[in-house]
C-alpha cells in the first residue's frame, strides 16, 4: 500500500494537479493539509471520478485537512484529547451550534484529521504555524504539540503493537540541514528555536521519522519568494512519523521534489512511503536485509 502525506496549500485551486498526480503515481491514500475550504467546497468530484474515498475537515478558507483514500476509512476524528483553539473565546449558541471549542471556549481550528485504514491508525496533521517567537500562536503550537504527544503517549499505551502514522506538515525543521532558507535565524525565527525542536524531539520512543532512514537529505517545502526553489533554499518541514508497528512495514519512501516545478504548483511536494502488510507475518525479520525497490 502507496500512503502520502501532502500539503496542497488550496485544493480548489490544484485539484486537477493533485488528482493527476494520485493516478500517475498509484497512491492509495493521500493525507492533505491546508485544503482552504469547507467539505461541501471541495472538489469531490474529481476524486470520487477517480476512485477515492474522502474524508474532510475544513471550517473555512484557513487550514483545513483531508484524507483521499481507495480503501475504507473508519474511526473518523477531528480532534484528539486536550487539543487547544486559537482566537478569542466565543459564546456558546442557544441551540448547541457552533464551533467546536477547547476546554476554554477558545474556538478548534480544522488541523487535524483521523482515520484507520488496514488497520493503521492515520492522522492528517496541519501543526500550527508560530508566526513568532513572540506571538501567541508559537506558544499555540508547542501546546498543540504537546497534547497530540501526549495522545499519542496514550493510543500507543492502550495498544503498543499500533500501526501509527503521524503525517503533514509539522512546521519544524528538527535539524540545521533541515533549513536551507537564508530567510530563518536561529534564536530569532521560528521552525528553528530550540523549543520548537526539542518538541519534536520529545516524539522519539513513540514515533520516528520513517522516510529519513530511505531520504536522508532534502527538502519538503520552498517559498514562493525570491527564487527559493531554483535555488534549493527549502525546509524539511513535512514528516511522515511512524510508531514501530507502522515503521516496520515500511519497505520505500521518497521525496516528489519534481511537483515543485510546473505551473501552479504547492510551496510544498509530497512525501511517500510504500508499506509491505506480509512483513508482519514474517518471523525474524530484519530490516536491513535486502527490500525491494518500489519507486526505482
Known amino acids: 500500500m502507496r500512503i502520502a502525506t501532502w500539503n496542497v496549500n488550496s485544493i480548489r485551486a490544484r485539484v486537477d494537479r493533485v488528482v493527476d498526480w494520485l493516478i500517475r503515481e498509484d497512491v492509495d491514500v493521500l493525507a492533505m493539509q491546508e485544503i482552504k475550504c469547507r467539505p461541501d467546497q471541495f472538489p469531490r468530484e474529481r476524486f470520487e471520478a477517480a476512485g477515492y474515498r474522502l474524508e474532510i475537515h475544513g471550517l473555512n478558507q484557513w487550514n483545513g485537512v483531508a484524507f483521499a483514500s481507495r480503501l475504507p476509512m473508519t474511526d473518523v476524528a477531528t480532534t484528539f484529547d486536550g487539543m487547544p483553539g486559537f482566537g478569542d473565546p466565543v459564546e456558546p449558541t442557544l441551540d448547541g451550534t457552533g464551533p467546536a471549542v477547547d476546554a476554554h471556549g477558545i474556538p478548534l481550528e480544522a488541523r487535524a484529521l483521523g482515520v484507520t485504514v488496514n488497520d493503521q491508525r492515520l492522522w492528517s496533521l496541519y501543526v500550527p504555524n508560530g508566526r513568532s517567537l513572540d506571538h501567541a500562536h ?152 535486502d527490500m525491494p525497490m518500489i519507486f526505482g
Not at 506558544?139 to 500501526?163: F, H, I, S, V
Open 138 to 289: 508559537y506558544a499555540y503550537k508547542l501546546e498543540w504539540l504537546r497534547a497530540l504527544r501526549t495522545n499519542a503517549q496514550g493510543w500507543l499505551a492502550d495498544r503498543p503493537d499500533l500501526g501509527l502514522a503521524l503525517m503533514g506538515d509539522w512546521n519544524i525543521a528538527p535539524f540545521d540541514a533541515d533549513m536551507g532558507d537564508p530567510g530563518f535565524t536561529p534564536g530569532v525565527s521560528t521552525h528553528i528555536s530550540e523549543p520548537e525542536r526539542e518538541m519534536f524531539h520529545s516524539f522519539e520512543g513513540l514515533v520516528s521519522d520513517v522516510v529519513r532512514p530511505f531520504v536522508p537529505e532534502g527538502y519538503t517545502f520552498w517559498d514562493y519568494k525570491q527564487l527559493r526553489f531554483p535555488r534549493n533554499q527549502g525546509m524539511r518541514i513535512d514528516f511522515i512519523m511512524g510508531s514501530e508497528a507502522f515503521r516496520d512495514i515500511v519497505v520505500e519512501a521518497r521525496i516528489d521534489r519534481d511537483e515543485r516545478k510546473g505551473d501552479g504548483p504547492s510551496d510544498h511536494v509530497p512525501v511517500v512511503v510504500e508499506v509491505d502488510f506480509s512483513l508482519h507475518e514474517q518471523d525474524g525479520f530484519d530490516a536491513g536485509d
